[in-house]
């Protein structure tokens, strides 16, 4: 196995005494950002304490993965892909955040069993709402998270399926996939009438099992396997589809996610899932 170090600033004494503790025969630059690659590492339990400590991204990853080996990634949007959750700041323009983020908060710690439920309560605040609202939030806050680009970009080079899959809205999908050039999305649409939002959704809600279904589905039309498949999600809603990946990323994410996926990114941004591959 190599231990992959990342972090916003990565002392190189740090790196040697990680080194020390894993056996680790070298130690070499990644290519993308403040990180390095610990040759020939051994797994000790000590080293996920010491990189906490140090303000440290870790991962032990097989000295034979290559980005190339893989064919699909799936990914989710809201607090993933961009910094924001889309609904929290269409319902702060509407004068009620705080009602539908605690909803938003509990549903993505798991809290709450029903998802659906919750998204179809979230959205009933908003009836009544210009629709204009969405755009504002579009313009005015909503970007990319640091290295979504440049991440977007190498898997795309690498002829790699992007799938975007989000329990948000196809007005800010539709936008990111023309905007980044990804292959497909899933979302749900929110009904809108006399330019008002009605407080509903249109078609079936995207939930946790329905990105499951759209990664299965991709994944079968494609003839992949589960180990070409890289996901990449932040909340208690994406773990269904992470876990049918074989390299599960959880970015930024929540306790409950980082415990059930394959690495986490809590430092570094996107495009540091890039050097969990060789």
Do not use: W
Not at 136 to 161: Q, S
Not at 209 to 224: I, P
Not at 238 to 263: C, I, N, Q, W
């Amino acid at each position: 196995m190599n231990l992959v170090i990342q972090g916003i600033d990565v002392a190189t004494g740090d790196l040697k005494q990680l080194a020390k503790m894993t056996g680790a025969v070298r130690i070499e630059r990644c290519a993308t950002g403040e990180a390095f690659r610990l040759l020939q590492a051994a797994a000790q339990d000590g080293v996920a304490d010491y990189c906490a400590r140090a303000g440290l991204d870790f991962a032990f990853v097989p000295d034979t993965r290559r980005l190339a080996d893989f064919r699909l990634l799936v990914m989710d949007m809201d607090s993933t892909l961009i910094n924001i959750e889309c609904i929290d700041e269409i319902a702060d323009i509407a004068g009620l955040k705080s009602e539908v983020a605690a909803i938003t908060a509990a549903a993505m710690r798991g809290e709450i069993a029903d998802y659906i439920e919750s998204l179809r309560r979230r959205v009933a605040l908003l009836t009544g709402l210009d629709a204009g609202a969405l755009q504002r939030v579009h313009d005015e806050r909503l970007a990319l998270n640091p290295g979504a680009e440049k991440l977007i970009r190498e898997i795309k080079h690498a002829g790699i399926h992007t799938l975007l899959v989000s329990g948000g809205f196809t007005f800010f999908t539709d936008r990111l996939k023309a905007r980044l050039g990804i292959d497909e999305t899933r979302s749900n649409e929110l009904e809108i009438a006399d330019g008002k939002l009605t407080g509903k959704l249109l078609g079936p809600v995207i939930d946790g099992n329905a990105k499951r279904a759209a990664l299965l589905q991709t994944r079968d039309r494609l003839g992949l396997s589960r180990t070409q498949i890289i996901a990449l999600g932040d909340g208690a809603n994406d773990l269904a589809f992470m876990a049918e990946a074989g390299v599960s990323v959880a970015y930024h994410a929540k306790p409950v996610v980082r415990e059930r996926t394959t690495h986490a990114l809590d430092h570094v941004g996107l495009d540091g899932v890039l050097n969990l591959f060789s």
